[in-house]
Structure formats: C-alpha cells, structure tokens
C-alpha cells in the first residue's frame, strides 16, 4: 500500500464538517434537534435531540427492527 499525501484527506475532512452542519441546520428546522453555541467553543455548536426527534428516532429503530 502506498503512502499518501494528508491534504487529500484533509479536503475530505473540511467537507464532512460542513455536510455535518448543513444536516443539523436542516434538522434543526425540522424541529428535530436544537443547537446551541458551545460556552467553551466560541466556532462549535451543541446538538441535542429534541422530543419530536427521539419520537423519530425510536420510531425509526422500531422500523428497522431494532430495540430502542
């Protein structure tokens, strides 16, 4: 196996990080999840699941056929 150059990965990791946030942006208007700044992060943001989200979620895991 050949090394390779970080910076490849790097990209891939920036792009992750801003799908991630446009994802808890949607849920969040979803009222899925809230997100609140981090006090001891000033750049990240907290997300929790809201009550209609671990509805979902468990709704979701019982149709997969997994136990909540």
Do not use: C
């Amino acid at each position: 196996r050949r090394a390779q150059y970080l910076s490849p990965w790097s990209v891939n990791i920036f792009q992750i990080i801003a799908i991630l946030g446009t994802m808890s942006e949607l849920l969040e208007h979803k009222g899925l999840v809230e997100r609140h700044p981090d006090p001891s992060d000033g750049r990240a943001r907290l997300v929790h699941l809201t009550k209609s989200g671990r509805a979902r979620h468990t709704q979701l895991r019982k149709e997969l056929g997994r136990s909540p």
